[in-house]
């Protein structure tokens, strides 16, 4: 049972323009979200995260926004760089801010096209 | 530049054989995750530790996995007898704040 989703397996996207990855989850207990990179051969790397206190976290040119009403968060890189181009995790949290356990989704492939 | 270490970084080995995963955390770390990459199920939870102690294996195959930190510096992650499903990319990381996790760079399992 997958609980969290990320229902695009690959995206590209124009070096210059907006890249969106999407993520979706089932588990309304969520309440702490987070995104992380990963390139060839290293480990993810914590990108950007937000509490379900908020509907959206900036961080340079990386947002994050949430709808929890519609139980769905997005990625947004503005303006996407070739750098960028790796596999994106969107993962989730339940338990009162505090609890390290996370759930991970499949991971979306971002390719930044020159 | 303090970074999570794995070894080893790939591993071919024949089904029914013992692996050992070995993973070095953080100096200071207290919290350590196994995680498992497949294609299908992405990355999953296997098993953490706090200060050395098992929180959660639920993640695990209890039959053939087992994970351990025989001391602060060092935690293990072991599978038998291996099968080829074991096939996959086997994370460790690290961490000592909510949400915080640092990740090893990974071993590569293939198991024929």
């Known amino acids: 049972d997958q609980q969290v989703k990320q229902n695009s397996p690959s995206l590209s996207v124009q070096e210059g323009r907006i890249s969106i990855l999407n993520c979706d989850y089932t588990n309304s207990m969520f309440d702490y979200f987070l995104w992380y990179k990963k390139y060839p051969a290293e480990g993810p790397t914590f990108l950007i995260s937000?509490?379900?206190?908020?509907d959206k976290n900036e961080d340079g040119r990386f947002t994050v926004f949430l709808n929890k009403s519609a139980k769905h968060l997005s990625l947004h890189i503005v303006p996407s760089q070739p750098g960028d181009s790796a596999v994106y995790f969107c993962?989730?949290?339940?338990?009162?801010?505090?609890?390290?356990?996370?759930?991970f989704g499949t991971g979306t492939r971002l390719t930044i096209i020159p | 530049d303090a970074r999570v270490t794995q070894t080893p970084r790939h591993k071919v080995t024949e089904m029914g054989q013992e692996v050992t995963m070995r993973c070095q955390p953080i100096?200071?770390?207290?919290?350590v995750f196994w995680y498992r990459q497949t294609m299908m199920q992405g990355l999953e939870l296997l098993a953490y530790?706090?200060?050395?102690?098992?929180?959660?294996d639920s993640g695990m195959p209890k039959d053939r996995f087992s994970a351990e930190m025989p001391d602060a510096t060092l935690a293990t992650l072991k599978i038998q007898p291996s099968e080829p499903r074991d096939s996959a990319v086997y994370f460790c990381?690290?961490?000592?704040?909510?949400?915080?996790?640092?990740f090893g760079p990974g071993t590569r399992l293939t198991v024929t």
């Open positions: 937000i509490s379900s206190i908020k």
């Open positions: 530790f706090r200060n050395r102690a098992p929180l959660d």
């Open positions: 993962a989730a949290s339940a338990g009162n801010f505090g609890n390290e356990k996370l759930t």
């Open positions: 990381a690290s961490g000592f704040r909510p949400y915080e996790q640092y």
């Open positions: 100096l200071g770390h207290n919290t």
